[in-house]
């Protein structure tokens, strides 16, 4: 019914940038809030950013002033910006999105299958 397609991921040198997309696509009445998450190796899965749909956004203090996390509503597609990246973001980054699916009694939490980010010189 849903997808949520990543792309954007990849090798940077510290101090570097990258910008992650999430398209979402598929029978969508509507996006709530839309989110970055990550999973570092041995370790558990953590939020990094969410935005809500009226463009409020929250983000882990460890990103804070480094990350932006910005929306395009017409898109379906959310972006982060990351720079002044350091070998600790180095982690598999998921989006995460909670859609109205059309016909559904009530919306759910989508996950996209994940893009690698590796920060290392």
């Known amino acids: 019914q849903v997808q949520l397609v990543e792309s954007g991921g990849g090798l940077v040198q510290p101090g570097g940038s990258l910008r992650l997309s999430c398209a979402a696509a598929?029978?969508?009445?509507?996006?709530?809030?839309m989110g970055w998450y990550r999973q570092a190796p041995g370790k558990e899965r953590e939020l990094v950013a969410t935005i809500t749909g009226g463009g409020s956004t929250n983000y882990a203090d460890s990103v804070k002033g480094r990350f932006t996390i910005s929306r395009d509503n017409a898109k379906n597609t959310a972006y982060l910006q990351m720079n002044g990246l350091k070998p600790e973001d180095t982690a598999v980054y998921y989006c995460?999105?909670?859609?109205?699916?059309?016909?559904?009694?009530?919306?759910?939490?989508?996950w996209g299958q994940g893009t690698q980010v590796t920060v290392s010189s």
């Open positions: 995460n999105a909670n859609i109205q699916v059309i016909f559904a009694w009530s919306p759910h939490d989508y």
């Open positions: 598929g029978s969508i009445f509507s996006i709530n809030a």
